[in-house]
């Protein structure tokens, strides 16, 4: 009997298993399938096969005709929600199936009793302490109803060894029921911690989007600046930035190493370390604080470190620069050329000084940043940078080129977060404004 006890364990797993592939509402149909072939498997070969016994083929062909019907019913539930809730008269058919099939083939020298386990662990499985008496009621059906065709004949021996394998039977359903109850508790723990990090993860990408540039509205008419950052996960590692400085504008773009909740705290760090620097001309003294606001955290600042490109755009065209390891930006010129502005300095957290350098804006000019994730979006990882300048060289409006890579980047489904921020020197009056965009997350 433990042979059988083990052997019914190892196809519960398996069932269980299979299971979790099958749809909810085809489960009882899943499991019906096994039941009935067996049925069917052990009256056919019991006809067939001459060292089999057949005591009576009526009630072994009553019994196959049973666990099919309800392999039908159980199919039917499939197809109508309605019938669900009756889906425990499908074992229950199973346990008198099974009966029938051993008196039919050979009573208490049968073969084929071992069936009647998955009609237990059917009912077993599910939640609640009754399934292990419902079982325990279906089995004594099984065990039983050779007596109520012949009940001559049988001892006492008869009666104890049914008794005992009432008894192993019982075990096994209390067993697979508990499991099956710890097994749902653990789901119901992993579904309530995963919708807290989800409403935790929510509110950190709020947070972090309402960090971001709502508009243009508090920069000088003379700019037009647009931008968008779509993140690879709820919370992100890029950031960009613009605000109005005494001469003009300063854009920011930032890449934290990594993603997720970690990275965009480090995001929004640095992010209002350079913004705190508003009233300080040199872009590099920004990085400076920022990187000497990472030294003195908590973080590990030889694991985590920020890419960054910062600008100080003047409103006579005038660019000042720094770059810390970015180096994604970019003047497009009115004529279609691509002027790449890039330096050999090293990222936040493991630079220690960053040089200051200039370029200028002209007329029909835009300049762009990017982060490293919209290199990601072109096909081709070597030819990419190139990739991304033909875009630039073949775009010539700000808010087109945002629009392009944002397009991309939703469409493509990327791996690593996409921030672009373009801007120029446009020519327009207060009253016909073109506004940039509300940033993307």
Same mark, same amino acid.
């Given at each position: 009997?433990?042979?059988? !006890?083990?052997?019914?364990?190892?196809?519960?797993?398996?069932?269980?298993?299979?299971?979790?592939?099958?749809?909810?509402?085809?489960?009882?149909?899943? @499991?019906?399938?096994?039941?009935?072939?067996?049925?069917?498997?052990?009256?056919?070969?019991?006809?067939?096969?001459?060292?089999?016994?057949?005591? #009576?083929?009526?009630?072994?062909?009553?019994?196959?005709?049973?666990?099919?019907?309800?392999?039908?019913?159980?199919?039917?539930?499939?197809? +109508?929600?309605?019938?669900?809730?009756?889906?425990?008269?499908?074992?229950?058919?199973?346990?008198?199936?099974?009966?029938?099939?051993?008196?039919?083939?050979?009573?208490?020298?049968?073969?084929?009793?071992?069936?009647?386990?998955?009609?237990?662990?059917?009912?077993?499985? *599910?939640?609640?302490?009754?399934?292990?008496?419902?079982?325990?009621?279906?089995?004594?059906?099984?065990?039983?109803?050779?007596?109520?065709?012949?009940?001559?004949?049988?001892?006492?021996?008869?009666?104890?060894?049914?008794?005992?394998?009432?008894?192993?039977?019982?075990?096994?359903?209390?067993?697979?029921?508990?499991?099956?109850?710890?097994?749902?508790?653990?789901?119901?723990?992993?579904?309530?911690?995963?919708?807290?990090?989800?409403?935790?993860?929510?509110?950190?990408?709020?947070?972090?989007?309402?960090?971001?540039?709502?508009?243009?509205?508090?920069?000088?008419?003379?700019?037009?600046?647009?931008?968008? *950052? =779509?993140?690879?996960?709820?919370? %992100?590692?890029?950031?960009?930035?613009?605000?109005? !400085?005494?001469?003009?504008?300063?854009? !920011?773009?930032? $890449?934290?190493?990594?993603?997720?909740?970690?990275?965009?705290?480090?995001?929004? &760090?640095?992010?209002?370390?350079? @913004?705190?620097?508003?009233?300080?001309?040199?872009?590099?003294? &920004?990085?400076?604080?920022?990187? =000497? %606001?990472?030294?003195?955290?908590?973080?590990?600042?030889?694991?985590?470190?920020?890419?960054?490109? +910062?600008?100080?755009?003047?409103?006579? %065209?005038?660019?000042?620069?720094? #770059? &810390?390891? +970015?180096?994604?930006?970019?003047?497009?010129?009115?004529?279609?050329?691509?002027?790449?502005?890039?330096?050999?300095?090293?990222?936040?957290?493991?630079?220690?000084?960053?040089?200051? +350098?200039?370029?200028?804006?002209?007329?029909? $000019?835009?300049?762009? *940043?990017?982060? $490293?994730?919209?290199?990601?979006?072109?096909?081709?990882?070597?030819?990419?940078? $190139?990739?991304?300048? @033909?875009?630039?060289?073949?775009?010539?409006?700000?808010?087109?080129?945002?629009?392009?890579?944002?397009?991309?980047? @939703?469409?493509?489904?990327?791996?690593? #977060?996409? !921030?672009?921020?373009?801007?120029?020197?446009?020519?327009?009056?207060?009253?016909?404004?073109?506004?940039?965009?509300?940033?993307?997350?």
């Amino acid at each position: 009997m433990s042979r059988v !006890t083990s052997g019914a364990d190892a196809l519960g797993q398996a069932l269980n298993r299979s299971l979790r592939r099958v749809p909810r509402e085809r489960v009882p149909l899943f @499991r019906q399938s096994f039941i009935a072939l067996l049925i069917v498997l052990a009256a056919a070969l019991s006809t067939w096969t001459p060292w089999l016994v057949v005591s #009576d083929a009526v009630t072994m062909w009553l019994g196959t005709a049973l666990a099919v019907l309800a392999l039908v019913f159980a199919a039917l539930m499939a197809r +109508h929600a309605e019938l669900r809730r009756w889906e425990m008269l499908v074992p229950a058919a199973d346990f008198v199936a099974v009966g029938l099939l051993r008196y039919g083939t050979g009573d208490e020298r049968s073969v084929f009793l071992p069936i009647v386990l998955l009609a237990v662990i059917w009912f077993a499985s *599910c939640p609640g302490r009754i399934n292990v008496l419902l079982p325990l009621a279906g089995t004594t059906v099984t065990l039983l109803m050779p007596y109520l065709f012949d009940a001559s004949g049988r001892g006492a021996s008869e009666l104890v060894r049914l008794a005992f394998a009432l008894v192993v039977y019982a075990t096994m359903a209390a067993a697979v029921n508990e499991l099956a109850r710890q097994a749902k508790a653990r789901l119901e723990r992993a579904r309530a911690q995963q919708y807290a990090v989800e409403r935790e993860l929510n509110r950190a990408a709020i947070v972090q989007q309402s960090l971001l540039p709502p508009d243009t509205s508090t920069l000088p008419d003379e700019f037009a600046v647009f931008g968008a *950052c =779509v993140p690879a996960r709820e919370v %992100g590692g890029d950031f960009f930035d613009w605000y109005p !400085t005494s001469s003009g504008i300063a854009v !920011t773009v930032g $890449d934290v190493m990594g993603k997720g909740v970690g990275a965009g705290m480090i995001a929004a &760090a640095v992010r209002s370390v350079i @913004r705190s620097g508003v009233d300080e001309p040199s872009p590099s003294e &920004a990085f400076h604080r920022a990187s =000497v %606001g990472l030294t003195t955290s908590a973080y590990d600042v030889e694991t985590q470190f920020t890419t960054s490109f +910062h600008a100080r755009i003047d409103s006579d %065209g005038g660019i000042r620069w720094a #770059d &810390a390891g +970015h180096g994604l930006a970019f003047v497009r010129r009115a004529s279609g050329a691509i002027e790449r502005l890039h330096a050999a300095d090293l990222p936040i957290g493991v630079g220690t000084g960053w040089s200051e +350098h200039r370029s200028e804006l002209r007329a029909g $000019d835009v300049f762009v *940043c990017v982060s $490293d994730g919209v290199l990601d979006l072109f096909p081709h990882e070597l030819e990419a940078l $190139d990739d991304l300048e @033909r875009l630039l060289a073949e775009t010539p409006e700000p808010a087109r080129i945002v629009e392009v890579v944002e397009r991309l980047a @939703r469409e493509r489904e990327p791996s690593d #977060d996409v !921030t672009v921020v373009a801007t120029t020197l446009a020519a327009v009056s207060a009253a016909g404004r073109a506004p940039g965009p509300v940033p993307a997350g």
